[in-house]
C-alpha cells in the first residue's frame, strides 16, 4: 500500500477508538490492546522525542513494544501520530497488510523491534542502551512497555536484576498491570524492580496527567519503571 496524504492528518485521543475501529478481522487480544492505550497515547504525545521525520534520526528516543499480541492500539497510536497512514488501519491482519498480528520493524513505520514470544522487549531495551551508552549517545532515552504477565518470563528476570546495578539511567519499562500474571509478589511488581537497583512508581494507568508525572519523575543513576494499573483482564 503506498503512503498517502492520510499520513500529513492530525488526530487526538478521542480519535483513537474509531481509528481502533477500522481494524477488525480475527484480532483475538482486544484486551491487550485497550489496556495500552493510554500510556502509549501519553507516551508519544508529550514523552518521546520521536516522529515520522526522526526515524533514523541516531538521536531519537526509542520505544520498543514488548506486548505485541495485541497491537491495535499502538498502530492506531502511530496512525494519529503521522508515521503510517490510517488508511492502512482497516487491512490490519490481511495478507497483503503491513500491520500484523504482531509489528514488524521492516514493515511498520516507526516500529523499532519486531515483537514476538513474550518477554524479549526488555531484554533487547537493555542491549539497546548499552549499545547506545558505547556509541556516546547520552540524550536519546529506551522506553519499552510489556504486559505483567510478561514479568513471568526468566528472561525479563535477567533484565531487570542486570539494568540496576548496571545504572542504565536512559532505559524505562512501563508495564502495563491488568491483573493477568500468575505469579503473586510480596509488595507488588513496583517492589521487585526496587529490590533489583530500580526506580519505580505506580499509578492509575488511565489518568494521562499521573501517567506523563510518573514517565517524566527523576531517577539519577537507575533505570526506571512505572507501572500503569489498570482494570482486569477477565472483569
Do not use: C
Not at 174 to 187: E, F, H, K, L, M
Amino acid at each position: 500500500m503506498a503512503i498517502t496524504e492520510e499520513r500529513a492528518h492530525t488526530y487526538g485521543f478521542t480519535d483513537l477508538p474509531a481509528l481502533m475501529g477500522l481494524m477488525t478481522g480475527d484480532e483475538k487480544h482486544g484486551p491487550a490492546a485497550t489496556s495500552t492505550l493510554d500510556a502509549l497515547w501519553v507516551l508519544y504525545d508529550r514523552v518521546l522525542r520521536v516522529g515520522p521525520e526522526r526515524m533514523d534520526d541516531p538521536g531519537r528516543d526509542r520505544f520498543l513494544l514488548s506486548k505485541g499480541h495485541g497491537p491495535m492500539a499502538y498502530y492506531a497510536v502511530l496512525a494519529a501520530k503521522g508515521f503510517l497512514p490510517a488508511d492502512w488501519l482497516p487491512g490490519f491482519g490481511s495478507y497483503d497488510s503491513p500491520l500484523g498480528h504482531h509489528p514488524d520493524r521492516v514493515l511498520v513505520p516507526g516500529a523499532e523491534i519486531g515483537s514476538g514470544s513474550l518477554g524479549h522487549g526488555l531484554p533487547l531495551a537493555v542491549g539497546t542502551a548499552l549499545g547506545l551508552r558505547a556509541q556516546g549517545l547520552d540524550e536519546p532515552r529506551v522506553w519499552t512497555l510489556v504486559g505483567d504477565a510478561e514479568l513471568d518470563e526468566g528472561s525479563n528476570h535477567e533484565a531487570i536484576a542486570f539494568a540496576g546495578p548496571a545504572g542504565l539511567e536512559r532505559l524505562h519499562t512501563v508495564v502495563i498491570d491488568n491483573s493477568s500474571a500468575t505469579y503473586a509478589r510480596p509488595g507488588g511488581i513496583t517492589a521487585r524492580f526496587e529490590a533489583a537497583g530500580w526506580s519505580a512508581l505506580a499509578v492509575d494507568g488511565r489518568d494521562h496527567e499521573a501517567l506523563f508525572a510518573a514517565f517524566t519523575a527523576p531517577h539519577p543513576g537507575r533505570p526506571h519503571a512505572v507501572v500503569a494499573r489498570v482494570e482486569p483482564k477477565n472483569a
